[in-house]
């Protein structure tokens, strides 16, 4: 709608709001009589405190691009939920027991350091239902009840395999798979959103790399509800083609499988980073929060992915596979890696770049979606 002169003034002279902060890092530090949790903010960030009866809670107003720490001293595990405004999250620390707040404040930037929030938990048990600020954490104001969050519509985040520097695999007839994984998950956005029924984001919505350890823990900083991650695979064997759907196991369903989760997952090699390293943590955190429901909600998911595909769609023999893809290791996300079919064989690199079949695969996710989340399916997080 055009503007007047007037307008278009008031416009230029509103006031610009400061992008959301950041955390870069997160970690746990055991002090003996004190456990120091540190965030790591590309600015300074409100924050509230929560107490809970299995730990506490910090609200702030901030977006996580980090992974999360694994258990240390007092924190048994960290987890990420949405938080009760839009632009805040909420950082979950389990406890191994009652605990106290003895400092939650942001130090400002220093040393070469950016702005950390820092907060010491120890051993006892503080005022129950407090809300705390950052002025109130060391006087422990009387209790003031917390506000409910408002029903929300589920979230379903999309992962576009590959990505950036990482192309993926390459068609036959030429194009990356980075190219048609994000442009199948844009069709999804756009067939999900429509229906009114659904929240949805894309973990990139460009040409750019994230690293795969990454890629989980943003689903779980917008509070998904449900993880879908596309790929489109390549194999020697120029006559393979049909998709296959994924869930995480510990031990690969066949030789096929492990071989192709250990390809993925050595993606981010290719630009320096180490998962050995993080595979422990990542074993940790999924020893902790015991993902048994998730598992079983991702394997509901996948069944009904197959039962819904259209007929045109051609699938693998056994199409429903488990597999140790690190896109998958979110503890308490149901997630599946859909592997939509094999660039390698003409007919389905064609059709992975086709609008119509994009249309049809997409529908097909999008029937499996309605049906996991109406009638005996699980209800979205809160």
């Excluded at 191994?96 to 003895?102: A, D, E, N």
């Excluded at 422990?140 to 506000?147: R, Y």
């Excluded at 993606?267 to 074993?283: E, F, K, N, T």
């Excluded at 939509?340 to 992975?352: E, I, R």
């Amino acid at each position: 709608m055009a503007q007047t002169p007037v307008q278009t003034a008031s416009v230029a002279s509103a006031r610009v709001m400061p992008e959301p902060a950041r955390i870069g890092a997160a970690r746990l530090g055991d002090h003996g009589d004190k456990t120091r949790f540190v965030l790591e903010l590309s600015r300074d960030a409100p924050f509230s405190i929560l107490p809970d009866a299995n730990g506490v809670v910090v609200e702030m107003e901030a977006a996580l691009d980090a992974a999360l720490p694994a258990a240390k001293g007092l924190v048994r595990a960290v987890a990420v939920r949405p938080g009760m405004k839009a632009g805040h999250l909420r950082l979950v620390l389990s406890t191994t027991g009652p605990v106290r707040v003895l400092l939650a404040e942001v130090i400002p930037p220093r040393d070469g350091m950016p702005p950390r929030f820092v907060m010491d938990l120890a051993a006892g048990r503080a005022g129950r239902g407090a809300v705390l600020t950052p002025a109130s954490v060391s006087t422990m104001n009387p209790p003031v009840p917390a506000e409910k969050p408002k029903p929300t519509l589920p979230m379903i985040v999309i992962d576009p395999g590959h990505g950036g520097q990482d192309p993926g695999a390459i068609a036959v007839g030429g194009g990356y798979e980075k190219d048609i994984t994000l442009a199948m998950a844009k069709e999804l956005r756009r067939q999900l959103l429509a229906t009114g029924r659904y929240r949805v984001a894309l973990t990139r919505d460009s040409d750019t790399y994230i690293p795969l350890r990454d890629r989980p823990g943003i689903a779980r900083a917008k509070g998904a509800d449900l993880f879908i991650s596309l790929h489109a695979d390549s194999i020697t064997s120029k006559q393979v083609r049909g998709l296959s759907v994924y869930t995480l196991s510990d031990k690969a369903s066949d030789r096929e499988a492990e071989m192709l989760a250990q390809r993925e997952n050595q993606s981010d090699a290719i630009v320096g980073l180490d998962l050995s390293v993080q595979s422990a943590d990542i074993a940790s955190i999924l020893i902790g929060m015991s993902q048994r429901d998730a598992l079983n909600r991702s394997r509901r998911f996948a069944s009904l992915l197959l039962k819904n595909l259209d007929p045109k769609i051609a699938v693998l023999p056994g199409p429903m596979r488990s597999a140790g893809f690190a896109v998958l290791t979110a503890p308490d996300v149901p997630a599946v890696l859909v592997e939509m079919g094999y660039l390698s064989h003409s007919q389905d690199a064609k059709l992975l770049g086709s609008d119509a079949h994009r249309k049809r695969m997409a529908g097909s996710l999008l029937r499996a979606v309605d049906g996991y989340f109406t009638g005996n399916a699980v209800p979205p997080r809160s």
